[in-house]
């Protein structure tokens, strides 16, 4: 494997991971919520979901500026060319 693929694929499972960690971190906060609903959310209840949503993000962004997505392009131009097909289709 070489070091762009393993950095593409890290980048990728830290960006997994932190999402998957942050939803089970929110929905605990709020189950703990839910328990003391007269007692003010703490920030720690916010703060905590918070830090690894944000790393999560962390990795998507320099995923994305590193490796920009080809495939949306790609499909892109095979909907230019499928509509020019059809229009050509439609005026004969």
């Excluded at 979901?49 to 790393?55: D, F, T, Y």
């Excluded at 994305?64 to 392009?73: G, L, N, T, V």
Aim: include cysteine; hydrophobic fraction near 60%; glycine fraction near 4%.
């Amino acid at each position: 494997m070489s070091a762009d693929w393993k950095r593409r694929v890290l980048l990728a499972m830290g960006t997994l991971c932190g999402l998957v960690v942050a939803s089970v971190l929110a929905g605990v906060a709020l189950m703990l919520w839910s328990v003391m609903p007269t007692v003010q959310p703490s920030w720690i209840l916010i703060a905590t979901p918070v830090v690894p949503a944000v790393l999560a993000a962390c990795c998507l962004v320099a995923l994305r500026r590193q490796y920009p997505d080809a495939a949306a392009h790609n499909l892109w131009q095979q909907v230019k060319a499928d509509m020019q097909v059809l229009r050509a289709a439609a005026g004969a």
